[in-house]
């Protein structure tokens, strides 16, 4: 299994608190992903990173922001929690951005905004 | 933009039936495409994968071909069992290296 570790793996926070989930690898990889897994939608991206700094928008990036300091940890922060931010959290890296690359997933973080 | 289409779910089977999931795309370019799985309270695990038209990707029992000309990639299994209840999404990875994944198919079965 590829070392990703999610943290918390549940959360329950309040509208209008920020919250910051954090993705670690052990493996060096050089990109990362934040996903939202919803009911009939399957997964979207959030935002990824393509190195440390660097990160860009994906399909459903508005109310989150991510930051990467380090290789290893992917942030993703919720400003101002909404309850339409319920949701199934994966973080997922992968080697390159290559078409044929595949990517791998953490166990993903189960967060309620009440 | 890409996307993928998978059949609805859930899906109940009986053990040793034969299994099949439908996924079409849509994608410019040639993408390369992904079955996922997800055992319940998991993340997603990759099961198998094709990178060029006709290719076939296989995996546990599980096999899927790679068909441009019906933009296809639908999953089959021979006999599953008990064990592979779970859920299941297909996936592409297009021209503009973003993965796009299916609404996934809940599959369960009895014994």
């Known amino acids: 299994d590829a070392g990703i570790t999610q943290s918390p793996r549940h959360k329950v926070t309040e509208t209008g608190t920020p919250v910051t989930l954090r993705c670690h690898q052990t493996?060096?990889?050089?990109?990362m992903y934040w996903y939202r897994q919803d009911p009939g939608h399957g997964l979207r991206l959030i935002h990824y990173s393509y190195g440390v700094k660097d990160t860009d928008k994906g399909e459903v990036s508005d109310g989150y922001s991510v930051s990467r300091s380090k290789t290893e940890d992917f942030l993703l922060t919720l400003e101002s929690a909404t309850s339409s931010q319920t949701s199934v959290y994966f973080c997922?890296?992968?080697?390159?951005?290559?078409?044929?690359?595949?990517?791998?997933f953490g166990q993903g973080t189960r967060l309620t905004v009440v | 933009g890409d996307s993928v289409t998978q059949m609805e779910g859930p899906v109940t089977l009986s053990e040793e039936a034969f299994l099949t999931i439908n996924c079409t795309y849509t994608?410019?370019?040639?993408?390369?495409l992904f079955w996922y799985v997800q055992y319940p309270g998991e993340g997603l695990q990759l099961l198998l994968k094709a990178t060029k038209a006709d290719d076939k990707g296989s995996n546990k029992g599980f096999e899927a071909t790679y068909r441009k000309e019906t933009t296809s990639f639908h999953l089959e299994k021979g006999s599953v069992q008990v064990s592979d209840s779970a859920v299941y999404f297909c996936?592409?990875?297009?021209?503009?290296?973003?993965?796009?994944f299916g609404a996934g198919t809940r599959l369960t079965v009895k014994p």
């Open positions: 996936a592409l990875r297009g021209n503009n290296n973003d993965m796009r």
């Open positions: 994608a410019t370019g040639y993408p390369s």
């Open positions: 493996e060096n990889h050089r990109y």
């Open positions: 997922a890296i992968s080697e390159s951005l290559g078409v044929n690359t595949e990517a791998f």
